[in-house]
């Protein structure tokens, strides 16, 4: 049964209501990318380590490295269906789970095999998290907050990926200082043998708030509007607009869900097929401009001579510290300047950048300060473009009955382009050289251009209903 709001010749106050109670569910799903970020950058203090201790090859560095995308692209699929099936919030609370079992796992890990299974279940873990975070932050947000609030994923991403650079840091200092001196403790026995499970065990504490938090936030309100409990969904909407914004809004949803038919045949009506690639491209474009490679391989990507910095790690800490200032800047201007004026500026960037990183990659002389700089000036042009606007973009185009399937769909080709691209980078660094290989990753942002320039529609400002109608009329 539809629920009709009674009239009202004044319009509704969309400023009501609590906005505290927004930041607060939006924060908690965005948890969830923090451990995205922690779980999967982590990696970058401590894979030199981890190759030394098990002697792994070129191959299985690859393979240790993109295992936890492999899990990912597992995630994705899984998550879909079961966030469309059983709601958003039950399969947040999956994620939280596996990540926190990846983290003591791999704190305990006793041989390769075993670290590389607790890799791939974080893996898991991230892949959910990645797909369900920012449809959950998107479905419970107004249209007029909606990309600042799913941007707040992407910032959340960065938070952990400073978190773990600066664990590293921290901890690699610790176990210098002690190494050579008689351990005083459980915990200076631990770091100082094998500082690496330290690395990887301290994700455990981000991922046990996750799973608190991901178990007290509402479900989505448009989700339960289309499993007909409606006065649920008013009851989180009343929460977030006020009682006569939430009244019209929740019309909406259900005059809009009537007119889906939940398959995910629609994907390929001429509308929402459009809507498909367009949210695959970014996806793609956004991966393979090299982006992980960067936290993944970036200590020996920014090694060099001349000017050395403290060490290598202190290199990455200030290449983190302009992803998460740039991607304030895009909470910021998100729903001001808009999605396409931003990634067009962001595209225009990173190409940039990288084709001088690919320079300096190519000269023996070149200092790791310059390095750094290149580096960090690619990171912070796609923290405030392609970062967060592919998730915002997959996360508000699709059609609510299907849009768990749809965003996982476009999460997939995330971590697909990411396990490929870390399987592969190691190969291509050994035959192409560093520097023919970061000319590559510049190439592939040339038809991103176009993109922009002629395809990509603006969605800022407008409801994820609006945005759906606007592809049943093509």
């Given amino acids: 049964m539809s629920f009709n709001p009674p009239s009202n010749p004044n319009p509704p106050d969309r400023t009501s209501g609590s906005l505290l109670f927004l930041v607060f569910c939006c924060f908690a799903s965005a948890l969830g990318g923090l451990l995205f970020g922690y ?38 699929l899984m998550a879909g269906a079961a966030s469309d099936r059983f709601g958003r919030q039950k399969v947040l609370v999956t994620a939280s789970f596996f990540l926190l079992a990846c983290s003591v796992g791999c704190g305990l890990a006793w041989s390769p095999a075993s670290l590389i299974f607790f890799r791939w279940i974080g893996g898991v873990g991230v892949g959910i998290a990645s797909m369900v975070c ?42 210098d200082r002690i190494q050579g001196g008689n351990p005083v403790g459980l915990i200076d026995l631990m770091v100082g043998r094998e500082v690496w499970r330290s690395m990887l065990g301290m994700e455990s504490l981000p991922a046990l708030l996750f799973f608190v938090a991901s178990v007290i936030i509402p479900e989505s309100p448009r989700w339960l509007a289309e499993q007909g409990r409606s006065a649920k969904a008013l009851a989180v909407l009343d929460r977030i607009n006020g009682a006569e914004a939430a009244a019209t809004e929740l019309a909406d949803i259900e005059a809009t869900v009537v007119e889906e038919s939940g398959s995910l045949l629609e994907l390929f009506r001429p509308g929402l097929r459009q809507a498909l690639v367009m949210a695959l491209f970014l996806a793609v474009v956004s991966e393979f401009s090299g982006i992980t490679t960067i936290w993944n391989f970036g200590p020996e990507i920014i090694r060099g001579q001349g000017i050395q910095l403290t060490n290598e790690m202190s290199g990455m800490v200030v290449i983190a510290s302009s992803l998460s200032i740039f991607t304030l800047l895009a909470v910021w201007l998100m729903d001001v300047a808009g999605r396409r004026r931003l990634l067009f500026w962001g595209n225009l960037g990173c190409f940039l950048s990288l084709i001088v990183l690919g320079a300096l990659l190519g000269r023996a002389d070149a200092s790791s300060a310059m390095k750094v700089a290149a580096a960090a000036t690619f990171v912070a042009c796609f923290a405030f473009s392609m970062g967060p606007i592919k998730w915002v973009f997959m996360s508000e185009v699709f059609p609510t009955r299907i849009r768990g399937r749809a965003v996982a769909i476009s999460s997939l080709a995330v971590w697909t382009a990411d396990a490929l691209l870390n399987q592969l980078f190691p190969l291509m660094r050994d035959h192409w050289g560093k520097s023919n290989t970061f000319y590559v990753f510049a190439a592939v942002l040339i038809p ?10 603006e969605t800022k400002g407008r409801s994820l209903e609006e945005i759906e109608k606007s592809w049943l009329k093509h």
């Fill in 448 to 457: 991103q251009f176009f993109f922009v320039w002629k395809i990509m529609p």
């Fill in 134 to 175: 920012p449809l959950y932050i998107s479905e419970i947000s107004p249209a007029r907050l909606r990309g600042r609030m799913v941007t707040l994923f992407q910032l959340a991403i960065c938070v952990g990926i400073v978190a773990a650079i600066m664990v590293n840091t921290g901890l690699l200092a610790w176990h």
């Fill in 39 to 76: 779980d999967l950058f982590v990696i970058a203090g401590a894979k030199d380590l981890i190759v030394q201790r098990f002697a792994l090859s070129t191959l299985m560095e690859g393979w240790f490295v993109s295992s936890a995308m492999v899990g990912a692209m597992l995630g994705c």
